[in-house]
Every structure is written in structure tokens, then in C-alpha cells.
């Protein structure tokens, strides 16, 4: 018989888990700080519990985390790293250091199944959805590398689901890790620092409205259809008038949720005075922020990066008309883990790869 891995699972899992062999639900909580809050994966070490449980623990149970393989430190402070799975695969996480707060970008998926062709995840091809351990994973080993600071804070401050993958394409994982995140016998992020990263999956906006409460980002990067499903082709499926309505039904005022609206600047493609203009019409109606998002290469693209000066003209045209519009800047390219820039290793890809390498052999001939 196959054992728990507790690592993944939240607060109401472990409760079903203790239900399940005969212990208090109360064990649930005991078990979510050892493992999350002092990082403790030997039931040996769990003092509180009894002899007789912390056995049974050992015949049912285990705590299973993924393994750092490398690290990378940028000159500017960031750090990149990747990290094994059991499946030989390996996926990226990156934490980002600035004055007052610790960003950490997890990922999701080993590769991605949406195929964007302005980020390289979306080149990688796809392998398989991680599970909650992994996810959380991300965050348990950031917290061990990093420690806290002299004051005996943690220095991962805020998370961003917004690495490797579609997260809303893995939703029960993915909602399974935030909620570890949030809650106060784990991790204690506020919802407002827990940040989920989305491409438009218009029917899942929805259900984490009322499953999971943490910030909304919107990968949007086009103001207008055509545009948009060449750099996104999920859009073909949800288009924006779809996406745009199912972030009015996401935010809630009592609840002060908010939207993030994402937009890479692509030279030549969405950075014109028209582009600005449609955006400032589509957005003008949604309480947002949006972040303007340097384009950062990676290989085998064909896109380049909008000038600093047209992007400094694209934020102005969007701030005179009213909106918030702050330059995203760029962090950890030395190390290739800026936006945009992860990959990882993926094994057993689908063969939407192989149909990517035939058609640029076809090209180069």
C-alpha cells in the first residue's frame, strides 16, 4: 500500500488523513507546523506527537519534498534554482530580493501546454503537472536556502504563481499549495502577497473566485483579438471580452481583490500609440494596475524588446489617460531567470515540440 505524502497536502487533507487512521483532527494541525513552520520531514523529531503515532506515521506516511540539483546568484541578488523531481525532470524557481519584501515566482507545470511564443516555458513542450508537494515544495526550500534575516523574519514575503506553466491548468494542485500558503499553521502569506498568474482559463477565473482568495494577474500582452491569439493562442478559445468580464466578476470590493493586468513589450508588434489606445479603451472600465514587462530573450526567438524610450512613451500615453502603469525591471537575466526566461528540463515532451523543430528545419532549408 502506497503512503501519504504529507507534504502536499492542506489543512482539511490532513484532517481527513488523521480521520482516516484513527487520530484527532487536531493532529492535523500539529502536523502542518512541523512539516511547513520548522521544517521537519522526520516523524522522529515530532516530540508532541506519541511513540505509538509517530510509528504509525512511519508505516503510513511520509514527507517527500523535491531536491535542489544547482543554484544560481545573480550579481543583482537574485537567485535561481532548479530543482529535481522524482520523474527526472527538473523545473525552475526564482526568488527575487528587494528593500522590504522577497518575491518568490514558483512553478507549476514542467513545461506548458499553451505554447506562448513570447516566453520559453511555452518552447519547452509539455511533460506533466506537478503535484501540491512540489509546488509547496518551492516555497519550503526557498525558506530553507534563504533562512531569515538578522531579525528572525522570513525573507520570502510574497509568492507569484507566475513560473513554469499554466497554474490554472493545474488548479487542484495549484489551489492545494496557495492555500498552505495562506494559512496561519503554514506559511501565514496574506492573500494580497499570494498572486496567481493566469493566461485567461475564463472558467477557472471563476471558480478560484470562490475557491481560493489571492490576487489576480492577467497575462493579457495584446488590446485586441487578432493580435493577441497570435501571441497567445489560448485566446482563440477565450477571447479577451470573455477574459476582461471574468475579471470584473473576480474583483470584490469588500474583499478589495484587485487585478494585475501583464503586458510584455514586444518591438514592432504591441508597443504603437494605437496599441496604448486600444488598451486604455478595454481597460478604463477595470479597477487594474498594469505592468509593462521588458521583453527578455531567450534562443530561437524572433522578437526583440521594445526601446526604453518607446516604452517610456507607452507607459506615459497609458498614465495621462488615468491608469496605473509602472515598468516591470528586469531582474536575474545573468542567470537567465527573468520573465519569461525559464525552462528547466523537460523530458518526454509532447509532440507539439517536435512539430515546433520540423517547421524551423523546414524554414532554414
Known amino acids: ?12 487533507g490532513l484532517e481527513a488523513f488523521f480521520a482516516e487512521i484513527g487520530e484527532k483532527s487536531f493532529r492535523a494541525r500539529q502536523l502542518a507546523q512541523w512539516i511547513h513552520q520548522y521544517r521537519v520531514v522526520d516523524f522522529a523529531e515530532m516530540t508532541n506527537l506519541s511513540k505509538v503515532l509517530r510509528q504509525k506515521l512511519v508505516e503510513t506516511a511520509e514527507i517527500t519534498l523535491p531536491e535542489v540539483l ?17 520523474c527526472g525532470n527538473s523545473i525552475e524557481t526564482v526568488y ?8 518568490l515566482c514558483v512553478s507549476s507545470q514542467v513545461g506548458c501546454t499553451l505554447a506562448c511564443t513570447f516566453c520559453s516555458t511555452g ?40 513560473g513554469m506553466g499554466e497554474p ?15 494559512d496561519d499553521l503554514a506559511y501565514g502569506i496574506s492573500w494580497r502577497r499570494v498572486t496567481l498568474s493566469t493566461s485567461g482559463m475564463v472558467p477557472l477565473i471563476d471558480k478560484l473566485r470562490e475557491d481560493c482568495h489571492v490576487s489576480l494577474a492577467i497575462s493579457l500582452h495584446a488590446a485586441n483579438d487578432k493580435l493577441r491569439s497570435e501571441i497567445i493562442p489560448l485566446n482563440d478559445k477565450y ?5 476582461l468580464a471574468a475579471c470584473k466578476r473576480y474583483v470584490d470590493v469588500q474583499q478589495r481583490r484587485h487585478i494585475t493586468v501583464e503586458y510584455v513589450m514586444l ?8 496599441d496604448a489606445k486600444d488598451l486604455i479603451r478595454i481597460l478604463k472600465d477595470l479597477p487594474t494596475k498594469i505592468n509593462l514587462i521588458p521583453f527578455n530573450p531567450f534562443p530561437r526567438t524572433s522578437y526583440k524588446c521594445s526601446s526604453k524610450k518607446v516604452i517610456a512613451r507607452f507607459q506615459q500615453q497609458l498614465s495621462d489617460a488615468g491608469l496605473v502603469a509602472t515598468v516591470r525591471k528586469t531582474r536575474g537575466d545573468d542567470i537567465v531567470a527573468a520573465c519569461g526566461q525559464l525552462a528547466g528540463e523537460v523530458q518526454d515532451r509532447t509532440r507539439r515540440t517536435q512539430r515546433i523543430a520540423q517547421a524551423e528545419a523546414l524554414q532554414a532549408q
Open 70 to 86: 544547482e543554484e544560481h546568484i545573480s550579481k543583482d541578488g537574485t537567485r535561481k534554482w532548479i530543482i529535481r523531481l522524482s
Open 267 to 274: 518591438e514592432g508588434i504591441n508597443d504603437s500609440v494605437q
Open 239 to 243: 477571447p479577451i471580452a470573455e477574459l
Open 1 to 12: 500500500m502506497a503512503r501519504t505524502n504529507l507534504a502536499g497536502l492542506d489543512l482539511d
Open 168 to 182: 490554472l491548468a493545474n488548479y487542484n494542485n495549484v489551489v492545494t499549495a496557495m492555500k498552505l500558503m495562506r
Open 96 to 103: 527575487i530580493p528587494e528593500k522590504g519584501r522577497g518575491t
Open 123 to 162: 518552447q519547452q513542450g509539455f511533460n506533466r503537472n506537478l503535484d501540491a508537494s512540489e509546488i509547496i515544495g518551492q516555497l519550503w526550500l526557498a525558506n530553507e536556502y534563504l533562512g531569515k534575516d538578522p531579525k528572525g523574519k522570513r525573507l520570502v514575503t510574497n509568492v507569484v504563481m507566475m
